[in-house]
């Protein structure tokens, strides 16, 4: 008896050739008419409601499915467009994907918004309401995760040929909630009600090994050849979903797997009398792809992650492969030249070791063709400078779990250590250095260094970055192959991130500029002129006034505190992490709120209401992250309940920030805060969706911060519209060994009282020494975030902004400026730099629109 329900049974039909008649339909319906038709159809036949069907799930549904099939038909005509044209593929490998909701993305890109709020409307439904509707899809962490979801969305646009992998998480993201002003964590179960975007695949299921162990055998040729033996195996069984470019008849797909228990592995434990045991067992595999890690740096050493990590890599090269085979037979001569994997981050980097072992030991390739053939298809992106964050595995659990994977490290590693023996003789200090494996008590596999050697391009995300990767983290293997490394700097999608997230900006900028900015948005430059046109000024203040309303609905609904649309909103989104200082934005507002109670009129005479909008989410283990938000509440509860304070300063945290919070967010906000320490945030792409939108930034010189400055300035011809501050990052590093706060807290009238206030006990009066670990990481001379050392230059640039925000014409200038040099910051400009400088793939018409 077999417990699997999840792999079908697949048997090929019996006639020869039915798949002609099969396909042979006519194109659907475009119109309101048909839309209606197949919602009426889906709602009653397929779900089987009726008129006393209350709950808008079924019409919801209705609605997906009624566009699935207009994406799945382009998605066909997509791919036969590919095979006919017999192109280059690019694969973009990620154990992340953070797509947020669908619907509205969908409905935009497919030119069916106007057409389905239409149909909805006959049928006495609202779309907004359905489109408020969906969950979701939060399989990622953060910046990574959502940057692999608008590269999708740029691919598709640009009709470029790439297939995202990923791992179909039954849990995604945690939700947050937050009770006694700390962070709660609640599963996040998305796909409870189903998701209607996907189409299971089942005849795609592959093999995944893990542990026992490998054996020499001679083939039939008398060929020493080695297999991997006695392993635990588990299915992966893929999930196509649908990604529609923009208006162009191109729909790409995303393949997410899913873990499921083979038959024989059910069978042999049941055969045995032990049927719990078997189910136990069915479960334990079916684990691998239960749970998305929530830890946006790495947490060490979990095998569990190790497992989904080569679930993904296995599942998706076994794919790919086969696929080639199918075309091309087991010739691999020309497989370089038409494959191309992108590896976002080392997360997928199984892919280097599991590539060479498919290559040799199931399609009985030598060790040199196929390093040949490895090497040539893989790219590695880096997404961190933290090196804490770098990913190592201990040699002990890698060997366990993945036996083969290891043997074929060390032999990489062998081959790369005689090459740089060769290159620098004697030098015995650089092999330790570079070598794969870090001795040590407990050796570990170096994770980056097998991705930089295992690919023939390496980059960082922002020119920063980029930068800093060669002078420290990889300089050695820089200097042997300085040409492998490259920058391509982040980008978002201005679909989603503005058409889609801020209707009324769209409608101002297409009666302004047409609307060739929804596919090359450095058209945005033409409205520099018009900053200067006081009536289009009154139209940009008015979008942005309905957009805060907006914000402050969700503000008020979800943290209970009323923001006016008047203040200056000033917003920090993103994960809570030490680097991003949440802790030097708090002790701004403690600063702001500290004038206020002195009752100087002198310090409070030009005032600028502001209201401070907080929110992300820690790594459950993250301690001292946690306690930054309970200190986040504490300060908001203070200020907000003191009615000496009014209007005048607010402070609210909002629980749960995800993609579509996100898209509420930017539009809403006049002042963007980017203020990591210099060299630490890798790139940030929070702060490129603000800049679209309109928001002016305050921040340091870090990541892409930087190149958003440079295009105002490349603009305006000036850097008056962006507020900088802080320490740079060769200013961060001489600061090493010679940092000593309490210096600058007692040489600062401002930081003094703001952490007597903080000492005093003032936001903890009823938990005493709550805020301890946060004063004592303030003022330790080894503090690496150096808060106190840029508290005085962000109070200065935080001035200059409430002084800005005071003349409504020059700040709305500096908005329209914003958005005019946002055009660089277009995921369509980072994929057709990756596309010409790494993929080298051709762009494929499809044939319908
Ligand atoms: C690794 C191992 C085990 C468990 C978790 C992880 C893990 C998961 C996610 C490590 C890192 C991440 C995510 C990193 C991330 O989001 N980095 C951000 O990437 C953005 C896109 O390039 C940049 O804009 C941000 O600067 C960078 O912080």
Redo the contacts with the bound molecule.
């Keep these: 008896m077999s417990i699997n329900h999840r792999t079908h049974n697949m048997r090929p039909l019996r006639v020869s050739n039915p798949t002609t008649e099969l396909f042979a339909q006519p194109p659907l319906g475009m119109e309101v008419a048909d839309l209606t038709a197949d919602i009426r159809r889906y709602f009653g036949n397929f779900y089987g409601r009726d008129k006393y069907c209350r709950s808008s799930h079924y019409p919801y549904h209705s609605l997906v499915l009624t566009l699935r099939d207009r994406l799945m038909e382009r998605a066909r005509k997509t791919r036969f467009a590919y095979e006919e044209a017999g192109v280059k593929h690019a694969y973009y490998l990620s ?2 994907f953070l797509m947020g909701r669908t619907l509205g993305n969908a409905l935009l890109n497919l030119g069916l918004d106007t057409v389905a709020a239409e149909a909805l409307g006959q049928l006495g439904l609202a779309l907004e309401e359905l489109i408020d509707n969906e969950h979701d899809a939060g399989l990622g ?5 959502r ?1 692999a979801a608008c590269f999708l969305d740029s691919c598709a646009t640009l009709q470029l040929p790439v297939m995202g992998y990923g791992i179909r998480y039954e849990y995604g993201m945690f939700r947050q909630r937050i009770e006694n002003s700390r962070q709660v964590e609640d599963p996040d179960h998305w796909l409870r009600d189903g998701s209607s975007w996907e189409l299971e695949r089942p005849e795609h299921t592959r093999r995944i090994q893990y542990q026992g162990r490998t054996e020499f055998f001679r083939d039939a040729q008398g060929k020493q050849r080695v297999r991997w033996i006695d392993s635990k195996d588990v299915l992966a069984v893929p999930y196509d979903t649908p990604i529609p470019g923009y208006r162009n008849g191109t729909v790409n797909v995303l393949r997410l797997w899913s873990a499921a228990a083979t038959d024989e592995f059910d069978l042999g434990e049941f055969n045995a009398g032990s049927y719990p045991e078997s189910v136990a067992a069915k479960n334990a595999a079916e684990n691998i792809t239960m749970v998305l ?1 929530p ?6 050493g ?1 095998e569990l ?1 190790l497992r989904q990590q080569y679930f993904l890599a296995s599942a998706s090269l076994q794919d790919v492969l086969e696929r080639w085979e199918l075309h091309h037979g087991i010739d691999f001569s020309r497989f370089a030249e038409q494959n191309c994997f992108q590896l976002n ?1 080392t ?1 997928p980097s199984c892919a280097v070791p599991e590539m060479m072992r498919l290559l040799i030991d199931e399609y009985n390739l030598e060790w040199d063709a196929a390093w040949q053939i490895t090497t040539h298809t893989m790219a590695y992106t880096n ?2 400078l933290l090196p804490e ?1 770098l ?1 190592r595995w201990s040699v002990h659990l890698f060997g366990h779990l993945l036996p083969r994977l290891l043997e074929i490290i060390y032999e990489i590693n062998a081959h790369f250590l005689t090459e740089v023996a060769r290159r620098w003789p004697g030098d015995t200090e650089r092999l330790a250095r570079m070598s794969l494996i870090e001795e040590g008590p407990v050796p570990h596999v170096r994770m980056a260094y097998l991705a930089i050697v295992g690919s023939f391009s390496v980059n960082g ?1 922002a020119a920063l970055h980029s930068e800093l990767l060669v002078q420290g983290l990889f300089r050695d293997f820089y200097e042997l192959w300085p040409s492998k490394f490259n920058n391509k700097t ?1 980008g978002v999608t201005q679909r989603r991130w503005v058409a889609g997230s801020n209707p009324l900006l769209r409608q101002l900028l297409d009666t302004t500029l047409g609307n060739a900015w929804l596919t090359r948005l450095d058209e945005l430059r033409r409205l520099a002129p018009h900053a200067d046109d006081a009536g289009f000024r009154d139209q940009w203040q008015t979008v942005k006034y309905r957009n805060k309303e907006r914000l402050a609905k969700l503000v008020l609904r979800d943290c209970g505190v009323v923001f006016d649309p008047n203040a200056l909103f000033d917003v920090q989104v993103k994960r809570i992490h030490e680097y991003k200082r949440q802790l030097l934005n708090v002790l701004h507002v403690i600063h702001l709120y500290s004038r206020l109670k002195t009752g100087d009129p002198a310090l409070t005479k030009d005032w600028t209401s502001r209201c401070v909008l907080i929110g992300g989410k820690a790594a459950p283990g993250y301690f001292i992250a946690k306690r930054i938000i309970t200190l986040i509440c504490k300060v908001a509860e203070v200020i907000n309940s003191d009615p000496t304070i009014g209007n005048r300063l607010k402070l609210a945290f909002l629980p749960n920030y995800r993609v579509s919070a996100m898209e509420i967010i930017a539009p809403g906000t006049d002042l963007s805060e980017q203020i990591s320490t210099a060299g630490k ?5 929070g702060n490129m969706k603000f800049m679209m939108n309109g928001a002016i930034t305050i921040g340091t010189l870090d ?1 892409a911060n930087i190149e958003i400055r440079e295009e105002l300035i490349k603009l305006t011809g000036n850097d008056d519209n962006f507020f900088l501050f802080g320490l740079t990052a060769d200013e961060v590093e001489a600061t090493r060994g010679a940092y000593d706060p309490n210096a600058l807290i007692a040489a600062d009238a401002d930081l003094s009282r703001v952490m007597k206030l903080l000492e005093s006990g003032h936001f903890n009066a009823f938990e005493p020494g709550l805020f301890e670990p946060i004063i004592n990481a303030i003022r330790s001379p080894h503090d690496p975030w150096l808060v106190a050392a840029d508290f005085r230059s962000f109070v200065d640039a935080q001035e200059r902004a409430a002084t800005a925000y005071r003349d409504r014409a020059g700040w709305t200038r500096m908005s329209i400026l914003n958005t005019a040099a946002s055009g660089k910051f277009s995921t369509d400009r980072t994929m057709q730099e990756y596309n010409a400088e790494i993929w080298k793939l051709s762009s494929v018409a499809s044939t319908s629109t």
């Design positions: 154990l992340e962490n953060g910046g990574l995760g940057l890690y830890n946006d740096a790495s947490e060490n979990k992650r981050d997360h997404h961190t964050a990913e995300v982040n945030e890798a790139s940030g792409t990541g």
